[in-house]
């Protein structure tokens, strides 16, 4: 258990709808990262938050936002959705000063039908 | 930005011998370079890492190696056992301008690796 949380484990929904996944950091981590995984892209990096600002940004759709809240946490918001989001989605942590180590959480798996 | 090349995409060895797995990366700013083993449906675990001012690190069965001038970089696993079998990534964490490291990891495409009894 690598002390990253995410939920919900499992998301099935339409075309066109919008979904929200949350993300909780390890204790005492500033940083969350939101990676995307799909069997055509591999692991492919979305965007990171360091204590509530975004700090970096990869290939993220228009159609995805996240956010860090005061408490830490994050959501990544995917709307519109298109049968191509189906993935894992992967949050991870770290403390982000000079360590880069980032720590997995479980996923969740978005199933877009 | 930085691109990451593994290979193999798959490997296959008997239990008790050596696997390899090699990465190259393109961005020469890179200074540090993780090892993931992922699980089927299970998350992406790190089980080594290295940075730029070192060439090699070592963790009991498992080893990694860093060449910065040719840019690439091997994960070792030495005496296997059927519970390495998994999918193996490597990643590559690319400096701003400012040297200050954004935390963005690029990963490689993965390798299966199998570990036959």
């Known amino acids: 258990d690598s002390g990253v949380t995410q939920t919900p484990k499992h998301l099935i929904t339409a075309t066109g709808q919008r979904v929200t996944l949350r993300c909780s950091p390890r204790?005492?981590?500033?940083?969350v990262y939101w990676y995307q995984q799909s069997l055509d892209q591999g692991l492919q990096f979305l965007i990171q938050?360091?204590?509530?600002?975004?700090?970096a940004k990869g290939n993220i759709l228009e159609r995805f936002s996240a956010q860090q809240f005061p408490d830490l946490h994050s959501e990544l918001n995917l709307s519109s959705l298109e049968l191509g989001d189906s993935a894992l989605y992967f949050c991870?942590?770290?403390?982000?000063?000079?360590?880069?180590?980032?720590?997995f959480g479980p996923g969740t798996r978005l199933t877009v039908l | 930005g930085e691109n990451v090349e593994q290979h193999p995409s798959t490997l296959s060895v008997q239990e008790g011998d050596s696997a390899v797995i090699k990465c190259t990366y393109s961005?020469?700013?890179?200074?540090?370079f993780p090892w993931y083993k992922q699980e089927l449906g299970k998350r992406p675990q790190l089980i080594i890492d290295?940075?730029?001012?070192?060439g090699e690190k070592k963790d009991q069965r498992i080893a990694v190696t860093l060449n910065k001038t040719a840019k690439h970089f091997s994960l070792h696993i030495t005496e296997t056992q059927p519970e390495d079998s998994a999918v193996y990534f490597c990643?590559?964490?690319?400096?701003?301008?400012?040297?200050?490291?954004?935390?963005?990891?690029?990963f490689g495409q993965g390798t299966i690796l199998t570990v036959h009894p």
């Open positions: 204790s005492g981590d500033l940083s």
């Open positions: 961005d020469s700013a890179s200074n540090y």
């Open positions: 991870a942590s770290s403390v982000a000063r000079v360590d880069n180590e980032q720590f």
């Open positions: 938050y360091y204590n509530g600002e975004e700090r």
């Open positions: 990643a590559a964490c690319p400096h701003n301008a400012g040297g200050t490291s954004y935390g963005k990891l690029t």
């Open positions: 290295i940075r730029s001012n070192v």
